[in-house]
Each structure stands twice: as C-alpha cells, then as structure tokens.
C-alpha cells in the first residue's frame, strides 16, 4: 500500500493551495481518507476526514470553514483544498487511510500513512 501525498509549498497568508493523495494497492473506494497536519515542535493533529462515498466529512474547528475535503474514487484521489491560508498552518501534511468504516479523529485509528508534504505559510 501506498499513500502519495503532494502539493504542498510556499504561499503567503490568505493563499490557497491543494493538495492531492494518490493511493495504491489497497481498494481505496472502501477506505475513510483524513488529513493530519504536524508544525514543528508540536505533536500531529486531525485536520479533516472523508467517508468512503464522499457524503461525510468532518474537520477539526481550526480549520472548519477554510479547508474542504473531497476525493475522486476513479482516480483513488484524496484531496484537500485550504482557503485563506494563516500562518499557523504551517506544518507537514499527512493523509491517512483507515478501513473501519466511521469517521475519526484519532491517529491510531488509520492504517496507512502517506510520507507528508511540506506547507509554509508567510506572514
């Protein structure tokens, strides 16, 4: 199995970026897809979370009204586009895949992880 998370980079506060996570070797349709986030010196947080048929989301107040998560099944694609970008969001971003079924925040929960891609937002 492989999570293959991408579009991270530079963006000054108020800008938007999406990223993408491309999954491979697992039935990604009958997985709940979430995003962490980790800054530095701090631990990982839940950012966002998708059922497997889209119709559910979930996210974690810091980020409720600027993120949006969504995912295209036929191209076993997670995404997460973030609006109005703060400084704060600076952090590596890891999406994760979980086969329980329910939307959760708990990291242990997930059963596979991508390697995280970098988001820096400048003030």
């Known amino acids: 199995v492989q999570l293959q998370a991408s579009g991270g980079g530079l963006v000054q506060a108020g800008g938007s970026l999406n990223l993408s996570c491309a999954a491979s070797?697992?039935?990604?349709?009958?997985?709940?897809m979430a995003w962490f986030r980790q800054a530095p010196g701090k631990e990982r947080e839940f950012a966002a979370a998708?059922?497997?048929?889209?119709?559910?989301?979930y996210y974690a107040d810091s980020v409720k009204g600027r993120f949006t998560v969504s995912r295209a099944n036929d191209r076993n694609t997670a995404y997460l586009q973030m609006n109005s970008l703060k400084p704060e969001d600076t952090a590596v971003y890891y999406c994760?895949?979980?086969?329980?079924?329910?939307?959760?925040?708990?990291?242990?929960?997930?059963?596979?992880w991508g390697q995280g891609t970098q988001v820096t937002v400048s003030s």
């Open positions: 994760a895949a979980d086969l329980s079924g329910g939307i959760r925040n708990t990291q242990s929960e997930y059963d596979f």
């Open positions: 070797g697992l039935t990604f349709s009958r997985y709940v």
């Open positions: 998708i059922s497997w048929n889209g119709r559910s989301t």
